[in-house]
């Protein structure tokens, strides 16, 4: 055996175990909380993150090793439309590409790959309809949660029963509602959760988000920049004064007629 080899084998063997060797083999060094999501194990990841903080890279980097490094898996990639899903597949390529293919494609499409190992890597758009079907799935990455419907999320969670299969969803925050702000604001411990500002990312400058502030205002810079699940303006109550008027030990009152008592 070559010392070449060897050497190959050893960084093989290195990136296998460890999800941040990938990405320095691209140039890329993970950020504290991105060295964290890499290296997790968890089944259950909930990302909340400033524009811009690197999320989508990190969802690319993620669902490779995984295609890599546990032949036969199916990886889905699901955004709220088909371009966004198109822009995490086009990532997952160029993390290949910089690796120079560790393992050969096999077949390739505009938003599908199967690799030599029968691994796939299959981008969709976040519609419950197109996601059913699917089984056996080893990563589910979903960009943009708070943008996809609750619909979609019934419909996955299924998918990774019986693979033991990790849900990794990724987004900013999109008002006080959805599936996601629920799952982001439950007492629900098994999940691992995230949470990146934009002045946690060390490529964002004070001067750009200075510059943002004025041109956004408070409402949206907040929401995009801080992490901030606000309210609608419209809205005639705030959701934590409703979470607060519920009282989960009062049973709804029956009604006549019907099967309840």
Avoid at 37 to 66: F, Y
Avoid at 151 to 180: E, K, N, Q, Y
Avoid at 235 to 254: E, H, M, Q, T, W
């Amino acid at each position: 055996m070559t010392t070449a080899l060897a050497q190959d084998l050893a960084g093989d063997l290195a990136a296998a175990l460890d999800p941040c060797e990938l990405a320095r083999r691209i140039g890329l060094t993970p950020d504290g909380w991105q060295a964290d999501l890499l290296r997790s194990s968890s089944r259950r990841q909930l990302v909340l993150c400033s524009r811009q903080s690197g999320k989508s890279t990190m969802a690319a980097i993620k669902a490779v090793h995984t295609a890599v490094y546990e032949p036969g898996s199916l990886t889905l990639l699901v955004s709220p439309s088909e371009r966004q899903s198109g822009e995490g597949f086009k990532k997952c390529l160029s993390v290949l590409r910089a690796l120079n293919w560790p393992v050969k494609p096999a077949q390739q499409s505009q938003l599908q790959l199967s690799l030599e190992n029968s691994s796939r890597i299959v981008a969709l758009p976040g519609k419950e309809s197109t996601v059913r079907g699917y089984s056996s799935v080893r990563l589910l990455a979903v960009d943009e949660a708070a943008r996809v419907s609750e619909d979609l999320l019934t419909a996955v969670r299924p998918m990774l029963s019986v693979s033991g299969g990790t849900l990794l969803m990724l987004s900013t925050p999109f008002g006080a509602r959805g599936a996601f702000f629920e799952a982001w604001s439950s007492r629900d411990d098994t999940y691992q959760r995230f949470k990146v500002t934009a002045r946690e990312v060390p490529r964002i400058s004070e001067e750009f988000l200075e510059q943002e502030k004025r041109a956004l205002g408070w409402w949206l810079f907040e929401q995009e920049f801080n992490c901030t699940f606000i309210d609608a303006t419209t809205s005639a109550f705030d959701s934590d004064a409703i979470r607060a008027a519920v009282n989960p030990n009062i049973k709804p009152l029956g009604v006549l007629g019907s099967e309840w008592t």
